[in-house]
């Protein structure tokens, strides 16, 4: 009689399975996640430098063109991480010419710092900014009008802020208009755009002042764009050429601003326009040293524009001229008993080749302006002369197209 000896199965080997799987699968899935926030994490910082990138490229844009100066770091909006912008001009070792920087830090989702530095070269601006107009000259002569394909139309000059304008630590720049006067102007540091009107006794003369945002006085909030230049003079000749609007040298002449706007339904007041020279009262035509006799005037003019219609900017329409104070504008030479007789010219230029002059580039009469401007700079030569005109070539390192036409009278 054969006995059957039962066969035993192994117990718990299916578990074991089940458990290395498990294991498997969760090693997968940690991977898996970590790949995610690896790619999460790298988009991110990608678009982290991608802003990085605008908000260098943008300031160097402002440094290139000589518009600003290195300022201490400043806090910029790069969305979730906020970024700080510094900036560095220093000699190049090539003539004239100087290296710029932008550089913008940062902290990315992990708290890692991140750094972004963009670099150029630009013009060294001379002391009383000589090279008035900063129009772009192209690389042959084209009759002094100074285009540069690839220029897109009507885009403003970079929005420059009036020098010794200060930093409140807020995203805005407080500027005195002259010395001597209480009215401060509130910017924003970014657009240049004029966001208040402050008063505020002036401090003794000679005395230092750091203004901060508990310090402005009596304000009152504006929506102001800046219209802003120099005034030169060459009134040495009858028969100005490039060196002298290229070079201008002439002591400077008693002056007032007026701006006539053709549009209408400005807030009040609807424009007011401030400069560094002698008002008629004043015929202090020196430096700050006392010394050399200035030939410049920098002028600076808050204009509220118009408010926005439906789908559109706040815009002004209108035309600036220079009022003479003690001198008279006329054509011709002056005769005995009579005082001098000049004429007023405007740089002035097509520098994007479009066949128009566009706010930017100075044209007699502004029309629909919704940005700020800088550079739009006038020239001052006697009644008998002609507004000189830059025919070039403009060789480098003096990329500029000097160019003048008539303004006044």
């Known amino acids: 009689m054969s006995t059957h000896t039962p066969r035993i199965r192994p117990h718990g080997l299916a578990l074991i399975e089940v458990l290395v799987a498990l294991l498997l699968l969760g090693l997968g899935s940690?991977?898996?996640?970590?790949?995610?926030?690896?790619?999460?994490l790298g988009?991110?910082?990608?678009?982290?430098?991608?802003?990085?990138?605008?908000?260098?490229?943008?300031?160097l844009e402002t440094l290139r063109a000589g518009s600003a100066a290195a300022a201490p770091p400043a806090v910029l909006d790069g969305g979730a991480s906020?970024?700080?912008?510094?900036?560095?001009?220093?000699?190049?070792?090539?003539?004239?010419?100087?290296?710029?920087?932008?550089?913008i830090d940062w902290h990315d989702r992990h708290g890692q710092p991140q750094t972004l530095e963009l670099a150029s070269l630009r013009l060294q601006?001379?002391?009383?900014?000589?090279a008035a107009t900063l129009l772009a000259r192209s690389s042959g002569g084209s009759g002094g009008t100074g285009r540069s394909s690839g220029a897109a139309s009507g885009i403003a000059s970079p929005a420059r802020l009036p020098p010794g304008s200060q930093d409140l630590g807020d995203g805005r720049q407080a500027w005195?208009?002259?010395?001597?006067?209480?009215?401060i102007w509130v910017f924003d540091s970014r657009s240049a755009t004029v966001t208040q009107r402050c008063d505020r006794p002036a401090p003794p003369p000679g005395t230092p002042e750091r203004l901060d945002a508990g310090s402005l006085g009596d304000c009152r909030a504006v929506s102001g764009l800046l219209l802003s230049g120099h005034v030169r003079f060459a009134t040495g000749t009858d028969m100005p050429g490039e060196t002298q609007a290229e070079q201008p040298d002439s002591a400077i002449l008693p002056l007032d601003l007026r701006l006539t706007l053709s549009s209408t339904g400005h807030p009040t007041p609807a424009w007011e326009c401030v400069h560094d020279g002698p008002d008629g009262i004043s015929t202090d035509n020196t430096d700050d040293t006392g010394g050399t006799a200035r030939s410049a005037i920098a002028y600076h003019c808050l204009v509220q524009p118009v408010a926005a219609a439906s789908g559109s900017l706040p815009r002004w329409s209108g035309r600036?001229?220079?009022?003479?104070?003690?001198?008279l504008l006329a054509e011709g030479s002056a005769t005995a008993g009579q005082s001098g007789r000049f004429r007023v010219c405007r740089y002035s230029a097509d520098r994007d080749g479009n066949g128009r002059i566009d706010a930017a580039e100075h044209p007699a009469v502004y029309s629909a302006v919704t940005l700020p401007l800088a550079g739009q700079?006038?020239?001052?030569?006697?009644?008998?002369?002609?507004?000189?005109?830059?025919?070039?070539?403009?060789?480098?390192?003096?990329?500029?197209?000097?160019?003048?036409?008539?303004?006044q009278p």
């Open 320 to 327: 600036l001229d220079l009022v003479p104070l003690g001198w």
């Open 176 to 183: 005195r208009v002259r010395p001597d006067s209480t009215r």
């Open 125 to 130: 601006p001379q002391a009383d900014l000589a």
């Open 377 to 407: 700079n006038f020239l001052v030569v006697r009644g008998s002369a002609r507004c000189p005109v830059d025919t070039g070539p403009w060789p480098w390192p003096d990329p500029l197209d000097d160019s003048t036409v008539a303004h």
């Open 82 to 103: 906020p970024m700080r912008l510094q900036r560095r001009i220093e000699a190049s070792a090539l003539q004239r010419l100087a290296s710029v920087s932008s550089r």
């Open 30 to 40: 940690l991977s898996l996640l970590r790949l995610q926030g690896g790619l999460r």
């Open 43 to 59: 988009a991110d910082l990608s678009r982290q430098q991608a802003e990085a990138v605008r908000l260098a490229a943008d300031d």
